[in-house]
């Protein structure tokens, strides 16, 4: 199982009142919010590995070369040569290294990569994995990672963790019409205003699933536009030439990683030894995390059994 980490405690931080607080005020609703989660996640599926996928760096500067809208109007404070600071609210800020913290201390495995996002990493480990995949997000970009073939589906958190939905490859026929390995093209055509992508003008999700249904892939529509011989319409030509530059960079941006080198880790959820149970017992009394982080441990624990 392979955690968007960062979709998830966003989803924590304003799924949980911001009156739950630690013993000395400070807010814990994303740290505790994010622990039930682990809790209901690893009940509900029973996973025998366990993976928190960290966006190391949000913006990647290689993404933002290619189309520099991408995610801008997320950006608090532009760093020359580093990480850009993300605009994301202060309480939770505060709390993310806390969430580091007990996910270190559950053995839960925090994976990053250096320029690259969370979705690189959970996409190398799903290219790469021999075993079933569950990948938890509340990212539909992440859909192109769907593959029936190989046990590889999305737990999609976007109606709430009461109504999880498991996205296979029917899910994604049915919701749009093509296949999970058609995903990213049809995102590209589409775009995406929350990440800063235009896609192409005139082209909606009906009409890119047609022209995919109709020619494959976006190489093959694109090779349809230029094609004079071909049926498409001088309407939707001009469409494609028109986002010919775009085009052209948008399927890099777009398509997560599936080959980065990552360094080595120990993902099996394991019973936790007792200097683990003691540095636990601290953390949740010094932090007032409760019952959320009990159940993390016993959901833990019984898929340790």
Not at 7 to 14: Q, T
Not at 18 to 43: Q, Y
Not at 73 to 99: F, K, M, N, S, T
Not at 152 to 170: D, K, W
Request: with cysteine; hydrophobic share 45%.
């Amino acid at each position: 199982m392979l955690l968007d980490s960062a979709s998830l405690y966003f989803r924590a931080f304003y799924g949980v009142p911001d009156t739950v607080t630690a013993p000395d005020g400070s807010p814990v609703n994303a740290v505790r919010g994010f622990l039930d989660i682990i809790a209901k996640l690893v009940t509900d599926f029973a996973p025998d590995e366990l993976v928190a996928c960290w966006d190391d760096d949000w913006r990647p500067r290689w993404r933002v070369e290619l189309i520099p809208s991408y995610k801008a109007h997320r950006v608090a404070e532009l760093v020359p040569g580093g990480v850009d600071v993300e605009e994301v609210p202060a309480p939770l800020v505060a709390q993310v290294p806390l969430i580091r913290e007990v996910l270190d201390a559950l053995s839960v495995p925090v994976v990053g990569a250096a320029e690259h996002e969370a979705d690189d990493v959970i996409g190398t480990l799903a290219a790469t994995s021999r075993r079933p995949v569950d990948v938890v997000t509340g990212d539909r970009d992440l859909f192109q990672l769907v593959d029936d073939s190989r046990d590889v589906r999305i737990v999609y958190t976007a109606r709430g963790m009461s109504n999880l939905e498991v996205v296979t490859e029917a899910t994604v026929r049915s919701k749009y019409g093509i296949g999970g390995a058609q995903y990213a093209d049809f995102a590209t055509m589409r775009g995406d205003t929350s990440d800063g992508l235009p896609g192409v003008a005139g082209v909606g999700e009906k009409t890119a699933a047609a022209l995919l249904a109709e020619y494959g892939d976006l190489p093959g529509i694109i090779a349809a536009a230029e094609d004079p011989a071909s049926a498409m319409k001088p309407a939707m030509r001009a469409r494609f030439a028109a986002a010919a530059g775009y085009l052209e960079v948008a399927p890099r941006v777009v398509e997560v990683a599936r080959d980065l080198e990552l360094a080595p880790f120990e993902a099996s959820i394991r019973r936790l030894p007792e200097e683990q149970r003691a540095r636990l017992g601290e953390l949740g009394a010094a932090w007032g995390l409760g019952g959320s982080l009990d159940r993390a441990v016993a959901a833990l624990e019984n898929a340790s059994a």
